[in-house]
């Protein structure tokens, strides 16, 4: 649709027709930005030697955030150690092209390292240590780190509504446990004066529509916003299975968590689609992927809050989708596995050139 700017230039549609293909095609964050909306991606900073890898992140995106090199695993190694490497990376890439960037996650049950999870810690001692972390890890990217993901799904998927059992909230938790949210509240609070000027996101999966999750989310958000706890903003992960998304349900959503004055992000946008024993889809199923990439951005765009679009990665070639899947699924992002433009870019791209109405 790279006429489409034109059209309402030159009012003919033949000017187009005959002068179109001098018009370069704009990327992603080019067609973002009458928007202002932040288009990003997960990254692996081990790929960013890699040239095709490098050079389409660079042209496309405008949002950065690392898939897992900020995580317990990788950035708390040793109970007095940290290792900031990978992370430094990803904002140094980041500050290099431009781009802003996302951090996730201070907060999860998973991908935690083993000192931490067979420490048979007490109460007061995970507190301590959580309280070192947040801010460790907040302070060192204080001024470079925009927005954090502070707690990772903290709802249960098995007993929707309720909070999942982890270690931080009664695993043994740190101290409050039975006292409903607090757990979480205290974490937003750390990550707040470690850094005062980040935006802070409480992330989630499967709470994108309007379902006990996330009218769960929807009440502590409340609940946060009306006490002063400071909460900027939900990500909605987005990880589609099954080609199917109630984008209706996704839109209402959006906006009533927008009506509470956070910001929305979509974080980890991905789209699995069946593959076969090469790893490819069909046609028909890359065309409904397109679709739904696009179905989704335009709901983003359609409410002022909703402030980035981020996917789970961007090329194929290093989607976590597969290992996920045992190798079912695949071919979830907008390039293939040779950076090729897939239906969903141009999807995409559409919708952001039409921008927000
Ligand atoms: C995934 C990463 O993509 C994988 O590389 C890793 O092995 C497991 O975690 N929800 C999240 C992300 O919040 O952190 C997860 O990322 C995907 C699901």
Redesign the pocket.
């Known amino acids: 649709m790279k006429c489409r700017a034109l059209i309402f230039a030159v009012a003919t549609a033949a000017f187009c027709l005959g002068f179109g293909s001098a018009v370069p095609e704009q990327s992603l964050r080019e067609a973002a930005q009458g928007s202002g909306l932040l288009i990003g991606t997960?990254v692996?900073p081990a790929q960013f030697s890699e040239a095709a890898y490098a050079s389409t992140l660079a042209r496309e995106f405008n949002l950065l955030e690392p898939?897992?090199a900020l995580?317990w695993e990788v950035v708390h190694p040793e109970p007095q150690s940290f290792d900031f490497s990978q992370g430094d990376q990803v904002v140094d890439f980041a500050f290099r092209h431009g781009m802003s960037v996302r951090g996730?996650?201070l907060v999860?049950h998973?991908?935690n390292p083993k000192w931490l999870t067979e420490g048979n810690y007490t109460s007061a001692e995970l507190a301590e240590i959580l309280e070192k972390h947040i801010k460790t890890v907040v302070g060192h990217y204080r001024g470079k780190i925009f927005a954090w993901?502070v707690v990772?799904?903290a709802f249960d998927e098995l007993h929707p509504g309720t909070l999942r059992s982890t270690i931080w909230r009664d695993q043994p938790g740190i101290g409050l446990a039975g006292n409903g949210n607090s757990y979480i509240e205290r974490c937003f609070r750390w990550a707040h004066e470690a850094d005062p000027h980040a935006l802070l996101f409480y992330?989630e999966?499967e709470a994108e529509v309007v379902n006990r999750k996330s009218d769960a989310i929807y009440a502590m958000v409340l609940d946060f916003r009306q006490r002063g706890v400071p909460i900027d903003g939900v990500g909605l992960?987005m990880?589609i299975a099954n080609l199917h998304a109630d984008v209706a349900s996704i839109s209402a959503n959006i906006k009533r968590f927008t009506a509470l004055g956070v910001q929305v992000h979509i974080?980890?946008m991905d789209v699995a689609l069946p593959v076969d024993a090469d790893r490819n889809p069909s046609q028909a199923d890359l065309q409904r992927q397109a679709d739904i990439y696009g179905q989704i951005a335009a709901a983003c765009l359609s409410h002022a809050g909703c402030a980035a679009i981020q996917t789970?990665?961007f090329t194929d070639k290093y989607s976590?989708m597969g290992?996920?899947s045992k190798q079912t699924q695949g071919a979830a992002l907008l390039f293939d596995r040779s950076y090729r433009a897939k239906p969903a870019y141009e999807a995409l791209r559409d919708a952001l050139e039409e921008g927000r109405r």
């Open positions: 997960a692996r898939e897992d995580k996730h996650t999860w998973r991908q993901d990772n799904e992330n999966a992960q990880h974080t980890e789970w990665g976590w290992s996920h």
